[in-house]
């Protein structure tokens, strides 16, 4: 099984609302990431997490906050967004670096913030 | 800084021809390549990972190669169909511990029947 599962597959919010993107595998990668799209742009890596821990924040603003409850879920915790944080949110998973590499994506997330 | 570009940007082609998709790299530091599918709307399909060590991976009417030294990947499809139809997306791996991707902007492509 090669399946990482992301919920809610659309989302719609205010700009004063507080919601939550979440993410599953059960592939034992110990490896998550998240992923931004804009509209006809490539993914751009957001978060890395390693062992349940952040490793890597690529300067995210503090209005996208990431947890991971544990190695098999991911959230991305979301309050006060602005409009322009509209995108396609990708997460992934993977075994590690190296020969264990391979990154495998979730369905993502359509976000639009109103 | 990485940077990854992808030519053509868009490619249409009759059904059944061979075709090839170009990825270049600037830093030859990577650690692999992956190719992926994404469909509109949708999330990435991964359909090819090719090791710094390897030149080249297959996986059915797909094969990529891989020169890093010169910063270069090709991705052949061979007998194109209509479900082939996708945007094809290159990405390298800048890191070993993990999988920090940097993506080129893809290839669009449409194979009519």
């Known amino acids: 099984d090669t399946e990482v599962t992301q919920t809610p597959k659309h989302l719609v919010m205010g700009m004063t609302n507080k919601k939550s993107l979440k993410c599953e595998q059960h592939m034992g990668h110990r490896a998550m990431y998240w992923y931004k799209q804009k509209a006809k742009k490539p993914p751009e890596l957001m978060f890395v997490?390693?062992?349940?821990?952040?490793?890597i924040n690529e300067s995210v603003p503090s209005r996208f906050s990431p947890e991971c409850p544990n190695s098999s879920l991911l959230n991305l915790h979301l309050h006060a967004l602005q409009p322009e944080d509209s995108a396609l949110y990708l997460c992934?998973?993977?075994?590690?670096?190296?020969?264990?590499?391979?990154?495998?994506f979730g369905q993502g997330t359509r976000l639009t913030v109103v | 800084k990485q940077e990854v570009t992808q030519i053509p940007a868009a490619l249409s082609v009759p059904e059944g021809e061979n075709l090839v998709l170009n990825c270049s790299f600037t830093d030859s530091a990577i650690y692999n390549l992956q190719w992926f599918r994404q469909d509109p709307g949708k999330g990435l399909t991964s359909l090819l990972l090719?090791?710094?060590?390897?030149r080249e991976q297959t996986s059915g009417r797909l094969n990529a190669s891989l020169d890093k030294s010169s910063g270069r990947s090709t991705l052949y499809i061979a007998a194109s169909q209509p479900g082939d139809s996708a945007t094809y997306l290159c990405a390298v791996n800048r890191n070993n511990a993990g999988n920090m991707l940097t993506f080129g902007g893809g290839t669009r492509l449409m194979v009519k029947p």
């Open positions: 090719i090791q710094s060590s390897q």
């Open positions: 997490y390693s062992y349940e821990k952040l490793s």
């Open positions: 992934a998973s993977s075994q590690g670096g190296g020969r264990r590499g391979e990154a495998f």
